[in-house]
């Protein structure tokens, strides 16, 4: 059953941490839904965050968002709530809220992101599919961000697995319309097809804003307990990722790749840090 206030509170505009503030000062959305401008202000609520809060708009479409997530089957999960991702709870600006489709149950689970350049190489695309098979194999579940490149070949790779599942992370709403790039339609219809998952922090209608990506790979890295760096050009936005995973207290393992080739700048440069170099499966598995 979804929550209207809930549905309400996610959709105003204010920022991913003033929500969080609010939700940890008054508990719940339901509460702050009561508070009148008297009481938020007595609370030391901003009067701009006030005027969101109190703005009429929100509150008449309620209706409309909610009957378009239960149509769609598309959960909402707030913080506070029971079945808010254990893993998610303890990073750097944890979400708010999680947009949902398909098996809410994989986001629990012990998962491995693999992440990489968006114009990946022919060996990077091979490389990408070749382990999240693998890993999926061993009924493991592969996280990445829905991206074109190596992000596309790690989700294909767990979907050739018929074990792990893999979980695709956006920097867009989780509505059918909203996909992006939209060339991975077909791949985000086969997660949902195959069991998998589609999550966002973003409220339906989102564009991908270019923003929205480098913030949604703290998600990636907070729902796995170790990261993969296929290819990553000297600064590219997989290394985003890498800072996320750490900060967080992951564990990080690069592909080793062509000194010659800019793909490999970026990992091996990772490796010469300090990161675990990935060679064969086995190696992800060794505490």
Known sequence: MINEYDIWFSNIEISNKEKIKLLEKLKNSQ?????????????????????????????????????????NKIKLICVNSKEYP?????????????YVRGKLE????DNVAIVGSRKASTYGKFISRKI??????????????????????AHLGALDSGYGKTIAVLGTGVSDNEIYPLENKKVFERILENNGTV????????????????????I??????????????????????????????????A??????????????????????????IDDLFVE
Request: glycine fraction near 6%; include cysteine; hydrophobic fraction near 35%.
């Open 31 to 71: 509460i702050i839904w009561t508070l009148t401008e008297k009481e938020l202000l007595e609370k030391g609520i901003k009067e701009q965050t006030i005027n969101k809060v109190l703005e009429e708009g929100y509150r008449k479409k309620i209706d409309k968002y909610k009957n378009y997530l239960e149509r």
């Open 132 to 153: 999240s098979k693998e890993i999926a194999d061993r009924n493991v579940n592969i996280v990445s961000g829905l991206a074109i490149g190596i992000d596309k070949y």
């Open 199 to 218: 999550v966002s922090e973003f409220k339906l209608g989102t564009k991908p804003e270019k923003y929205n990506f480098p913030l949604r790979n703290r």
């Open 106 to 109: 994989n986001l629990y689970d």
């Open 220 to 253: 990636i890295s907070g729902l796995a307990k170790k990261i993969i760096v296929v290819e990553a050009k000297e600064k590219s936005g997989s290394l985003i990722t890498v800072d996320y995973a750490l900060e967080q207290g992951k564990d990080v393992f």
């Open 255 to 280: 592909i080793p790749g062509n000194i010659t080739s800019q793909n490999s700048v970026g990992t091996n440069k990772l490796i010469e840090e300090g990161a675990c170099m990935l060679t064969k």
């Open 86 to 98: 254990e893993s998610l709870k303890h990073i750097d600006n944890k979400p708010a809220y999680l």
